[in-house]
């Protein structure tokens, strides 16, 4: 008997009408016009209703995950690293779990892996990727003072690796 495979590859896909200015660390796309993007609410780890808009006025490296996603938790301890290195009033990394069971997951997840710095945020409904046009996760978008995106990276990148954290530093100055 003949077994067919198919295997599909999935290219970056675009997700804002212009290409990319430049391409920075990572394969991190930085577009030349900041995009405005739909309003996401979530929850933080005590349950209060929080949207992106919360943060206004800093940087956000917006990054949704899931602990069921393998990459994704890869790539978290990366993340508490930068929000060690950069955070603060200017800059925070928001790391919006879109696990369904809420933030217990996040938070066992966390304690198991020795996360520190980042706060617990969970979209239970899992909108937020749909939203954010995201073809997959983990899906990391760049947001400016105001809340637009200004740059995107779909997968992991080493987030705290010194040319990030340069040229994130760069941005944010």
């Given at each position: ?25 990572g ?12 309003a ?19 940087y ?86 105001e ?27």
């Open positions: 008997m003949m077994t067919l495979v198919l295997v599909a590859t999935l290219l970056p896909l675009s997700t804002v009408a212009e290409p990319p200015a430049r391409t920075g660390p394969g991190l796309l930085l577009w030349e016009t900041p995009q405005d993007i739909a996401v609410t979530f929850e933080d780890g005590s349950g209060n209703a929080l949207s992106l808009s919360d943060f206004s006025g800093k956000v490296l917006l990054n949704l995950w899931a602990t069921w996603c393998g990459p994704c938790r890869e790539e978290m301890p990366t993340l508490d690293a930068l929000q060690s290195e950069l955070g603060g009033s200017n800059f925070d990394v928001l790391a919006l779990s879109l696990d369904r069971q809420g933030a217990g997951v996040v938070t066992e997840f966390y304690r198991e892996i020795g996360i520190e710095n980042l706060g617990v945020y969970v979209d239970d409904s899992g909108m937020a990727g749909n939203k954010l046009r995201a073809v997959g996760i983990p899906t990391t978008l760049l947001l400016n003072t809340g637009q995106e200004i740059g995107r990276l779909v997968g992991t990148a080493e987030w705290n690796s010194d040319e990030m954290i340069k040229f994130l530093a760069d941005i944010l100055s």
